[in-house]
């Protein structure tokens, strides 16, 4: 891995998922991790129902945009993170995949959103204790 690991979150309309991931990576790993996030069939806008999730936990994810899933975004990632995104995501010798098996929050509510968001929260921790040195 390189002195600044990167991480690539992959969902499929880079919504929901993926940005809250993302989010929570930029604010936790405090500028020590690359951090980027596509999907293979982006939306129009982030989840409005995940951006107000991510403000009661103090992250506004709110001026971000989905972003198409290339190759060169998977090749320039250490690690990369899929969220239901299936076979669309390239595959590149070297790198590490993880999948995170995490309900889509398109068309729920704040009630059905807060869970997903706490799950990748933990999530990220445990990537962050794996990726980043413990005297970083």
């Known amino acids: 891995m390189s ?19 993302a989010g929570f990576l930029r604010h936790l790993g405090a500028g020590r991790v690359e951090v980027r ?6 939306g129009d806008q982030v989840n409005p129902v995940a951006v107000e999730a991510m403000k009661e936990v103090g992250i506004d994810i709110a001026d971000q945009t989905p972003k198409v899933l290339t190759p060169e975004a998977v090749q320039a990632s250490d690690v990369v993170i899929t969220m239901g995104c299936g076979d669309a995501c390239p595959i590149f010798p070297g790198k ?19 869970p997903i968001r706490d799950e990748i929260e933990k999530r990220i921790q ?11």
């Open 126 to 136: 445990g990537l962050l204790a794996e990726i980043l040195p413990a005297d970083a």
């Open 96 to 114: 590490r995949y993880l999948d995170w098996a995490l309900d889509d929050p398109a068309g729920q509510g704040i009630d059905a959103v807060r």
């Open 37 to 42: 996030s596509a999907g293979s069939i982006p």
């Open 3 to 21: 002195e600044k690991p990167s991480v690539l979150f992959v969902c499929v309309h880079n919504a929901g998922r993926s940005q809250m991931a």
